[in-house]
């Protein structure tokens, strides 16, 4: 496909559970990036990777969040021992390298801890 | 923590009218850019601003800069239901590195018939 595509679209779990979310980005952006958006509210930086660098994980709220980029392509955003605060929409971007300036974010995936 | 406030919070008008969104930033930048997010799923990019730059524009849209004030503008011009969305202002932390983008908590806006 042409854009980033993230799946599942909406996830419901139960407080306690394991989930994980999965980002394709655009064919041979490097960079890739997570954020949290929750509701009513702008767009929070979890973690950012680039080419075979040491991603950034400061924006990364808890040892319960962890992410991987395989093959320097898709990425999977695990998070361990969901609550009800994890609720919230995952976002995912990515972007050329040296062209960071702007990100191409995908659809989303709706998360919901009951 | 937030970077970039937007004002208003929500603006209604109607079509064809045209809509003004606010942002204010806190620190130094390099470039300012503005999304809109529809139905509150993926973002789209629209414009792009440098830190030496006044003004921009792209279509209906025009983005200001003003450095000395740390706030930007977004004018949407001859409104549409189209344009009815939530748009955020972003900045990338001014030390550079990895541009991680810092987002306000946007200018929800919508456009009636």
């Known amino acids: 496909g042409a854009g980033v595509s993230q799946s599942p679209s909406n996830k419901v779990t139960e407080k306690g559970k394991d989930v994980e979310l999965r980002c394709d980005p655009i064919s041979g952006h490097t960079a890739l990036y997570w954020y949290r958006q929750s509701l009513g509210q702008g767009l929070e930086f979890l973690i950012y990777f680039q080419g075979n660098s040491a991603p950034d994980k400061s924006g990364l709220p808890s040892d319960r969040f962890s992410a991987e980029r395989t093959g320097g392509s898709v990425s999977t955003l695990t998070i361990q021992r969901t609550q009800q605060e994890d609720s919230a929409v995952y976002l995912c971007?990515?972007?050329?390298?040296?062209?960071?300036?702007?990100?191409?974010f995908g659809p989303g995936t709706r998360l919901t801890v009951l | 923590s937030q970077q970039g406030e937007e004002d208003p919070q929500a603006l209604s008008i109607q079509e064809g009218e045209n809509a003004t969104m606010n942002c204010s930033y806190k620190t130094s930048i390099n470039n300012l850019q503005w999304y809109r997010q529809n139905s509150g799923r993926g973002l789209v990019h629209l414009i792009l601003i440098r830190s030496n730059e006044r003004e921009k524009h792209s279509g209906r849209l025009r983005v200001t800069l003003d450095t000395s004030k740390k706030s930007s503008s977004l004018l949407i011009t001859a409104s549409r239901a189209a344009d009815t969305a939530s748009y955020f202002c972003a900045t990338p932390p001014f030390s550079g590195g990895y541009n991680k983008l810092i987002f306000g908590a946007g200018t929800r806006l919508a456009v009636h018939p």
């Open positions: 971007a990515s972007s050329l390298a040296g062209q960071e300036d702007e990100q191409f």
